[in-house]
C-alpha cells in the first residue's frame, strides 16, 4: 500500500457525509490519507502537479468526469509519464469512466480500492493540446453535454442527458468534414463523432463500445446524416458496429485521427467543452498508473 495518499477533493463533495466517513474509516484502518479541495476552475490541476512535486505516492480524483480531465491534464501536462499512482473517487453526476471501468460508485468502497488497488499502466487520449481519459464527442454527443442543464443534471441523473438529446436532434445541422487516417482521407457529413479511450458518455451510452484502455488505440465512432426513414437501419448499425457494410455508421480504431470541420464544432473531452475546426485525436500508450478492479472490463489482459 502507499505511504502516502492525497485525495483532490472536488469541493462540491467536500461536505458529502458519505466521503468524509470513508475517509474517517480508512485513517482508522491505518492509512495516510491527505485532502485538498478545489474552489474554482484549474484547481485540480494545479493540486494534481503540486501533488507530484511533493513526492505522494498515491493520489485520488474525487469528483465527476470533469475533475478525471483536469487532473490528468495537470500529470500530463507537467510530465509525459508522470511517476504517481492515481486512483478514483466518483462523485459526478454520470461518472462515465468511473462506470465504464468497474469502479464502485460507493464512496467506501471506491476509496477503499483506490488506496488498496493495484495499478495498471494505462493509454490517455490527446485532442489537440488537451488530454482526455474517457471519450471525445463532438456533434450532437458534445451539444448534448454543454446544453444539459445543471439543476437537470441533478434531478434526473445521467438520464437527463438522453432527455437533451432528443430534444437536440430534432434541429441537428450535420458537418461536414474531412477525416484523415492510416487508410485515407474519408468525406464524411457527421451528426454523431466520438473518439474514445474509454466506452461510455452521456450518462451511459456506450458510444465506442470496443474501446480498451491498453491497446494502444482509440475508437473512432462517426453517425454520417441520414434520411428519417433509415432511422431503423441506423439504429441496426449501432448494433453492429464491426459490420463492413455500414453505410450511416462508421467505426474504426486507430492511434491518430485528424479531423477537418467545414466550420467551428463545439467537441467535449470528458464533458469539458471546446470548440475546433481541426482537430487532431491520438492515443498515447501506457503513459499513466490507474488503480482499477481486477476484472475491469476495459482492460485486454
Same mark, same amino acid.
Given at each position: ?110 476509496l477503499a480500492l483506490a488506496i488498496e488497488g493495484t495499478p495498471v499502466a494505462v493509454d490517455a ?81 456506450q458510444v465506442t463500445p470496443n474501446a480498451r484502455l491498453d491497446d494502444g488505440l482509440l475508437d ?5 446524416d441520414f434520411p428519417g426513414a433509415a432511422l431503423g437501419q441506423v439504429l441496426d448499425e449501432l +448494433? ?33 467543452? +471546446? ?27
Amino acid at each position: 500500500m502507499p505511504d502516502t495518499t492525497r485525495v483532490i477533493l472536488n469541493g462540491k463533495g467536500a461536505a458529502n457525509p458519505a466521503v468524509r466517513e470513508a475517509i474517517y474509516d480508512l485513517r482508522r484502518a491505518g492509512n495516510t490519507i491527505e485532502v485538498r479541495t478545489t474552489w474554482e476552475g484549474g484547481d485540480a490541476a494545479r493540486l494534481a502537479v503540486e501533488a507530484m512535486s511533493d513526492g505522494v505516492d498515491r493520489l485520488v480524483a474525487g469528483g465527476g468526469d470533469g475533475t478525471i480531465n483536469e487532473v490528468v491534464n495537470g500529470l500530463l501536462g507537467a510530465s509525459g509519464r508522470p511517476d504517481i499512482d492515481l486512483g478514483l473517487l466518483p462523485l459526478g453526476t454520470a461518472n462515465d469512466f468511473a462506470r465504464g471501468c468497474g469502479i464502485p460508485l460507493e464512496p467506501r468502497d471506491a476509496l477503499a480500492l483506490a488506496i488498496e488497488g493495484t495499478p495498471v499502466a494505462v493509454d490517455a487520449g490527446k485532442a489537440n493540446d488537451q488530454y482526455f481519459m474517457n471519450v471525445a464527442s463532438g456533434g450532437f454527443g458534445a451539444e448534448v453535454t454543454t446544453s444539459t442543464p445543471p439543476d437537470l443534471k441533478r434531478v434526473m441523473g445521467g438520464g437527463a442527458y438522453a432527455l437533451v438529446g432528443i430534444l437536440t436532434a430534432l434541429k441537428l445541422e450535420p458537418y461536414q468534414g474531412r477525416m484523415k487516417g492510416p487508410d485515407g482521407d474519408e468525406e464524411h457529413a457527421a451528426l454523431v463523432m466520438a473518439v474514445g479511450n474509454g466506452r461510455q458518455a452521456g450518462g451511459g451510452f456506450q458510444v465506442t463500445p470496443n474501446a480498451r484502455l491498453d491497446d494502444g488505440l482509440l475508437d473512432v465512432m462517426i453517425v454520417r446524416d441520414f434520411p428519417g426513414a433509415a432511422l431503423g437501419q441506423v439504429l441496426d448499425e449501432l +448494433q453492429q458496429l464491426d459490420r463492413a457494410d455500414n453505410e450511416f455508421v462508421y467505426y474504426r480504431q486507430l492511434p491518430v485521427v485528424e479531423i477537418e470541420a467545414d466550420r467551428e464544432a463545439p467537441v467535449n473531452l470528458d464533458g469539458e467543452p +471546446q470548440r475546433w475546426n481541426n482537430m487532431r485525436f491520438e492515443c498515447l500508450p501506457g503513459v499513466l498508473s490507474l488503480v482499477l478492479p481486477e476484472d475491469c472490463p476495459m482492460l485486454t489482459r
